[in-house]
Nanobody
């Protein structure tokens, strides 16, 4: 089995910063792309940022220049540094990863349980 566990969410004032972490554990052979998505109440889950195994990144327009995604392959961990936070960034943030388990030949799509980020005005 594989698990993704997020941490680092919380309450912050507008203009502040938070750093989210997500660590994958289990019978992991390799990890391909990793990313962060978010879902605000009454909306669909949306992409925030992704990072490939060779560190190519992609960001939603709404977060470009404010958020930075990175990964530590030795720790099976992806990070999301969020700066200049705005009230509209308030959402549950979900970690996502494409993981190949030991003994398999394919990459499965895995999700974390989500962590709440609330930005007050």
């Amino acid at each position: 089995q594989v698990q993704l566990v997020e941490s680092g969410g919380g309450l912050v004032q507008a203009g502040g910063s938070l750093r989210l972490s997500c660590t994958a554990s289990g019978n992991i052979f390799s990890i391909n792309a990793m990313g962060w998505y978010r879902q605000a109440p009454g909306t669909q889950r949306e992409l925030v940022a992704t990072i490939t195994s060779d560190d190519s990144t992609n960001y939603a327009d709404a977060v470009k220049g404010r958020f930075a995604i990175s990964r530590d392959n030795a720790k099976n961990t992806v990070y999301l540094q969020m700066n200049s936070l705005k009230p509209e960034d308030t959402a549950v943030y979900y970690c996502n990863a494409f993981i190949r388990m030991i003994g398999t030949t394919y990459y499965g799509n895995y999700w974390g349980q989500g962590t709440q980020v609330t930005v007050s005005s």
